[in-house]
């Protein structure tokens, strides 16, 4: 078994940061790839950024030079720093990582961005 906890959500106003985390625990040989996605009201689950074991880090458009992905494999943690956030990046934000090709997800964290 495999748990994700997350943390580091909250209300913010527009321009603010927030910075999430996302703790790996259990029966974790290696991870793979980790990543962050991000569901609005009435929207589909959208891919925030993602990181794989190497490093190389991926991002959505609209998150590019605001967002920034990282992980400490020493502690099985992913982050997500969050500036310049605006009201449309409300949403729950969900971490995901992937173990030996199966993925796992964390419960999902609120960010609420206030114009």
């Known amino acids: 078994q495999v748990q994700l906890v997350e943390s580091g959500g909250g209300l913010v106003q527009s321009g603010g940061s927030l910075r999430l985390s996302c703790a790996a625990s259990g029966s974790i040989f290696s991870i793979n790839a980790m990543g962050w996605y991000r569901q609005a009201p009435g929207k589909e689950r959208e891919l925030v950024a993602g990181i794989n074991s190497d490093g190389i880090t991926n991002y959505a458009d609209s998150m590019k030079g605001r967002f920034t992905i990282s992980r400490d494999n020493a502690k099985n943690t992913v982050y997500l720093q969050m500036n310049s956030l605006k009201p449309e990046d409300t949403a729950v934000y969900y971490c995901?990582?992937?173990?030996?090709?199966?993925?796992?997800w964390g419960q999902g964290t609120q960010v609420t961005v206030s114009s």
């Open positions: 995901k990582i992937v173990v030996r090709n199966w993925p796992y």
